[in-house]
């Protein structure tokens, strides 16, 4: 079954703290992933793609296939990084997606 | 980037009534758009995509008589979920792409409380 899965439903952390949100997901085929982010009181919008290989706004995430894992990552968290994230599987074709449950990240000073 | 807009954000209806919720791509054509739901602190979940002059694709265990979706021009899809009940209260989102399998972009979402 596509799955995609995050297992923490909020991660707090200090500013200038190293940052780790975790996605897991299950695929049978050549799985193409997602970070979405959602601002406090704004809509969802795409953060990065595992295919660009891109780094936005700091965040890096790297596809593990013999981990089945995406992980988010940012050295140094800043306030203004205080969202909701969630990890998106790309299910079939025309822009399907599964999202994860979302983990909120909040970044105190 | 490219809007899409939503219209109403909230709407609070009786049971037994039907809403409409549109969705809107400003400033781009979109041949697909896809409509999702979230429940409180869950994730989305997607219940149908919609393809511009042919019918809806509906997700497994989605009532497509319950939730009709029309999507009768290039930057118009509307969903109107029918004699709707106090179950069917939940943040409506779609999402449209700028191209074939191009990105998505998403609309604010869509309230929607049944009393």
């Known amino acids: 079954a596509q799955r995609v899965t995050q297992p923490e439903k909020l991660l707090s952390v200090f500013k200038g703290a190293p940052v780790e949100l975790k996605c897991n997901y299950s695929y049978s085929g050549s799985p193409e992933l997602f970070w979405y982010v959602q601002y406090s009181r704004q809509r969802l919008q795409l953060l990065l793609r595992?295919?660009s290989r891109e780094s936005i706004k700091g965040f890096t995430a790297d596809l593990n296939k013999g981990e089945t894992s995406f992980h988010l990552k940012k050295p140094f968290a800043q306030e203004e990084d205080s969202a909701m994230y969630y990890c998106?599987?790309?299910?079939?074709?025309?822009?399907?997606?599964?999202f994860g449950a979302g983990t909120r990240l909040a970044v105190h000073p | 980037g490219a809007v899409v807009s939503q219209h109403p954000s909230w709407v609070i209806c009786k049971s037994g009534t039907s809403v409409k919720i549109e969705c809107r791509s400003l400033d781009f054509q979109a041949t697909t758009m896809f409509w999702y739901r979230q429940f409180p602190k869950q994730s989305l979940m997607l219940m149908a995509t919609?393809?511009?002059?042919?019918?809806?694709?509906?997700e497994q265990g989605v009532e497509k008589d319950k939730f009709l979706i029309n999507h009768a021009s290039l930057t118009l899809s509307t969903l109107t979920v029918t004699s709707a009940h106090p179950e069917d209260s939940s943040f409506y989102i779609c999402?449209?792409?700028?191209?074939?399998?191009?990105?998505?972009?998403f609309g604010e979402g869509s309230r929607l409380t049944v009393l």
């Open positions: 595992h295919i």
């Open positions: 999402s449209a792409e700028t191209s074939n399998e191009g990105e998505l972009f």
């Open positions: 998106a599987l790309l299910s079939g074709g025309y822009n399907k997606l599964i």
């Open positions: 919609s393809n511009e002059g042919s019918k809806a694709t509906y």
